[in-house]
């Protein structure tokens, strides 16, 4: 009885240490493929954020070199557009001005020609980089000349609209004043004793912000409203100079977005009457973008 007692004990005690080793050999497995794993997706993560760097790195050089000229055709696109509408347009501006300034035919159509004039060639000299500051003289007329003959003044809307573009044309010239020295993209670098550009670049930022706004929009929906007080908030941002340049990109961001959402003038039919104002509003936001 001793020994078959005994001889039991001994096979439970093999038993069990089969069983602890067979334990510990799953054990070992799994360490070994969660190493494994953990070593997959750490080199996974490596590589991802590798792309993801030089993703950015293109973009960034692509954009530090062409960010100039793609600012200044969203600027000139407003009054190119414009200065075009006055020649498809001929017949309804004569009358227009005709009616509201009760004048003639010829003295309305020199009023048009002169609109469309300013426009066209300020937009030109400016685009070849040719008399910059005579291109931004004629600019800053034109708006001038539009808020009188448009009677601009009789609407706070559109006055906030004409003083936005004022600071974007301020903020071309001032771009051209500093185009020889250097600069981040985008974002106007004046020396701290230059007073007189640091204010005429705080102009600049709060004018161009009238136009955010003119146009902004508080509607019912908590997603419209959420995205009009953070865009005012960038705004703020922007003006002080906090952040300036990630708050200025995520702003021109988001009111790209929304004006090509809320201004989709090309869905529009061509014999409506909203096409041309719609897409005068689209150019004007892509001004202050």
């Known amino acids: 009885v001793d020994l078959v007692r005994t001889g039991s004990s001994t096979q439970k005690k093999r038993r069990a240490q089969l069983s602890q080793s067979g334990l510990d050999i799953c054990a070992r497995r799994t360490a070994l493929s969660t190493d494994q794993m953990s070593s997959d997706s750490g080199k996974f993560t490596e590589r991802a954020r590798t792309f993801a760097e030089n993703i950015w ?6 954009f530090k070199r062409n960010l100039p000229v793609i600012a200044r055709l969203l600027l000139m696109m407003t009054f190119f557009d414009d200065g075009l509408r006055m020649i498809y347009n001929w017949n309804n501006q004569t009358r227009y001005f ?7 035919a010829t003295v309305a159509a020199i009023a048009v020609s002169l609109n469309m004039a300013g426009q066209l060639a300020g ?11 005579w291109g931004c003289g004629i600019l800053f007329t ?21 003083l936005s573009l004022t600071g974007c044309v301020l903020l071309l ?25 640091m204010l005429l670049q705080l102009a ?6 009238f136009m955010f706004v003119s146009l902004a929009q508080l509607g019912p929906g908590y997603p419209i409203m959420l995205s009009t007080v953070a865009g005012y908030v960038l705004l703020v941002c922007v003006i002080v100079g906090f952040r300036t340049r990630e708050c200025a990109i995520i702003l021109a961001l988001q009111f790209f977005l929304v004006t090509v959402v809320t201004r989709a003038w090309w869905f529009l039919p061509w014999n ?18």
């Open 57 to 62: 790195d293109v973009a960034f050089r692509f």
């Open 98 to 104: 005709q009616h509201s300034w009760k004048i003639n």
């Open 123 to 133: 937009c030109m000299l400016v685009l070849l980089r040719r008399r910059v500051e």
């Open 142 to 162: 034109n708006i001038v000349f539009q808020a009188v003959m448009y009677e601009y003044f009789k609407h706070p809307k559109y006055i906030l609209r004409s």
């Open 173 to 197: 010239l001032l771009d051209h004043w500093s185009e020889r020295k250097s600069m981040d993209p985008g974002l106007l670098k004046v020396r701290k004793e230059d007073r007189t550009r």
């Open 204 to 209: 600049g930022r709060c004018l161009v912000g």
């Open 272 to 289: 409506s009457s909203d096409r041309d104002f719609v897409k005068y509003e689209f150019y004007q936001a892509m001004s202050a973008v």
